[in-house]
């Protein structure tokens, strides 16, 4: 009987790009734990939050972004105006491309309540 091993061979390609941009608030989601080695207590916390930049059209960028740590537990309103730093980073896996966005920074410069 002969024994088959599968070996899969993984290319990482890691692209990073930080862009400030001034945007608005769609909607931000609850924090909740993630697992994380660099974290004292094996978790992290983080919140999904979609922005959208401005320019008045229907169609503008909307960017779905990670916050992690602290920022997590930041909130923010549907309308909002901030300025947020973006981590763009890109890698590859065997054959597919992913894209992480994640809020390094974020200033409210106002609010629309």
């Given amino acids: 009987m002969y024994a088959y091993t599968h070996v899969r061979k993984c290319t990482y390609i890691n692209q990073v790009t930080m862009e400030t941009k001034i945007l608005r608030v ?31 059209g229907k169609f503008e960028n909307e960017y779905v972004c990670a916050m992690l740590g602290n920022l997590a537990a930041c909130r923010f309103y549907e309308g909002d105006v901030v300025m947020a730093t973006l981590r763009f980073s890109t890698h590859e896996y065997q054959g597919q491309t992913f894209q992480e966005i994640l809020v390094t920074d974020v200033t409210k410069i106002r609010g629309e309540g």
């Fill in 26 to 56: 769609v909607r931000q989601g609850e924090a909740f734990g993630v697992p994380s080695k660099n974290s004292e207590s094996g978790t992290i916390q983080k919140c999904n939050i979609v922005l959208k930049e401005l320019g008045g």
